[in-house]
């Protein structure tokens, strides 16, 4: 069966340090990886997702940056953390093809401080 | 316009009751048709996941897809406070990638 690991599952961070979150999944192939943000209260936004290694496409600009360095490996990324970057930052996977839903991670509660 | 619509609630209903919740879409190209439950500070579960128009049940749960109206609606059955959470409906068209979200209904089912 195939499970999603992403961590860590909170973090506290100060404006202007560097973020790294990561996510890996096992049991599948070639999955499209997601990143998705959902600010408290609010509906899930999709910040990058990505249908290969090296690929990767944004929905927002913004100074987040993600990477795809190995087939089930998604990392998001930022220089600075701004304020506005807290949230709760959510990882999930497809399988290739069309006839597949979405699965999640359980998540990455970031706040900015 | 947004491409999912979904009224935020919240919804509160008592133990055993029928619950309705409900999407419209704007997007005639969505094929596919997803709802999850998420509780609390945890990732969205996917509960539903249908295409094009029709019922498909699960248990206590039954997902409904009127196409021709852009309507998508999650019913409950004999409702449990275990049941409380918040349900997002989703959305996909057949050639693309992305599953498009809506806002969420919070649920709350009093014993």
């Known amino acids: 069966s195939q499970t999603i690991h992403q961590w860590p599952a909170t973090l506290v961070q100060p404006v202007g340090s560097p973020l790294s979150l990561e996510c890996t999944v096992e049991?599948?192939?070639?999955?499209?990886l997601y990143w998705y943000r959902q600010a408290a209260g609010r509906g899930l936004q999709l910040l990058f997702y990505?249908?290969?290694?090296?690929?990767i496409s944004s929905e927002v600009p913004q100074n987040l940056s993600a990477s795809r360095p190995q087939d089930r490996q998604f990392i998001l990324s930022s220089k600075k953390l701004l304020l506005s970057d807290s949230g709760f930052y959510l990882c999930?996977?497809?399988?290739?093809?069309?006839?597949?839903?979405?699965?999640f991670g359980n998540g990455t509660r970031l706040t900015v401080t | 316009q947004k491409e999912v619509e979904q009224d935020p609630g919240p919804l509160s209903v008592p133990e055993g009751a029928i619950v309705s919740l409900n999407c419209t879409y704007s997007?005639?190209?969505?094929?596919?048709f997803m709802w999850y439950r998420q509780y609390s500070r945890k990732g969205p579960e996917l509960l539903m996941y249908?295409?094009?128009?029709g019922n498909k049940e699960d248990g206590r749960f039954t997902a409904q897809v009127d196409k021709s109206s852009k309507y998508i609606s999650l019913f409950i059955r004999d409702s449990q406070p275990s049941d409380s959470a918040t349900y997002l409906c989703?959305?996909?068209?057949?050639?693309?990638?992305?599953?498009?979200f809506g806002p969420g209904t919070s649920l709350s089912v009093i014993p």
């Open positions: 049991g599948t192939s070639n999955p499209n």
């Open positions: 997007n005639s190209a969505f094929q596919y």
């Open positions: 999930a996977w497809m399988r290739t093809g069309n006839n597949s839903p979405l699965h």
């Open positions: 990505s249908v290969g290694i090296g690929q």
């Open positions: 249908t295409y094009s128009s």
């Open positions: 989703a959305s996909k068209e057949t050639s693309y990638d992305k599953v498009i």
